[in-house]
T-cell receptor, first 115, second 116 residues
Framework: EPEVTQTPSHQVTQMGQEVILRCVPI?????FYWYRQILGQKVEFLVS????????KSEIFDDQFSVERPDGSNFTLKIRSTKLEDSAMYFC?????????????FGPGTRLTVL | AQKITQTQPGMFVQEKEAVTLDCTYD???????LFWYKQPSSGEMIFLIY??????QNATEGRYSLNFQKARKSANLVISASQLGDSAMYFC?????????????FGKGTMLLVSP
């Protein structure tokens, strides 16, 4: 069964460093998303991406964040200068065609720890 | 106002019993979708079941069913014949509008513990 994959599973970084989180969405999916979950809290939307551009972004997704689809398979989230409060689980998700009944399938997550 | 409310921070159930996890939602959009995801201790988010606002029947998926009461704006997840492997965090989520790529808004989750 096709699945969303994410690498790395755990990333530890120093405050102020740049990190890139990688995702491989399900191959025939066209819509991609990033969500994050601070430890013990609910999952929050960051950004959605379609046709090589951002469709929607939340207030959390400020100038220090960026997304890219550098090739036909990868979808990346870059955090330019990490802060302590960026420590969270970051989930990538994808969905197929934008139909009302479409389901977003999530990857296993990358746990980001900022020291 | 919270768009998704899960009032049960934790639930306990014995193996083989049924359990209902509550979810109420708030939207003025006539078109929306409701989702339940399971998050085991390993952290991944696993899709369980979907209910559309226009669906006439309650969704079912194996041991999972959704008790959808549109007038009350509730979409409770029913797990029948609980198994030890059902112990996890369960999140209710909503997508508003007709577009399948609209964002998901999640509730705070309910931790379910299944005991032998």
């Amino acid at each position: 069964e096709p699945e969303v994959t994410q690498t790395p599973s755990h990333q530890v970084t120093q405050m102020g460093q740049e990190v890139i989180l990688r995702c491989v969405p399900i191959s025939n999916h066209l819509y991609f998303y990033w969500y994050r979950q601070i430890l013990g809290q609910k999952v929050e939307f960051l950004v959605s991406f379609y046709n090589n551009e951002i469709s929607e972004k939340s207030e959390i997704f400020d100038d220090q964040f960026s997304v890219e689809r550098p090739d036909g398979s990868n979808f990346t989230l870059k955090i330019r200068s990490t802060k302590l409060e960026d420590s969270a689980m970051y989930f990538c998700a994808s969905s197929s065609g934008g139909e009302r009944t479409d389901t977003q399938y999530f990857g296993p997550g990358t746990r980001l720890t900022v020291l | 106002a919270q768009k998704i409310t899960q009032t049960q921070p934790g639930m306990f159930v014995q193996e083989k019993e049924a359990v209902t996890l509550d979810c109420t939602y708030d939207t003025s959009d006539p078109s929306y979708g409701l989702f339940w995801y399971k998050q085991p201790s390993s952290g991944e988010m696993i899709f369980l079941i979907y209910q559309g606002s226009y669906d006439q029947q309650n969704a079912t998926e194996g041991r999972y069913s959704l008790n959808f009461q549109k007038a009350r704006k509730s979409a409770n997840l029913v797990i029948s014949a609980s198994q030890l492997g059902d112990s996890a965090m369960y999140f209710c989520a909503m997508r508003e509008g007709d577009s399948g790529y609209s964002t998901l808004t999640f509730g705070k989750g309910t931790m379910l513990l299944v005991s032998p």
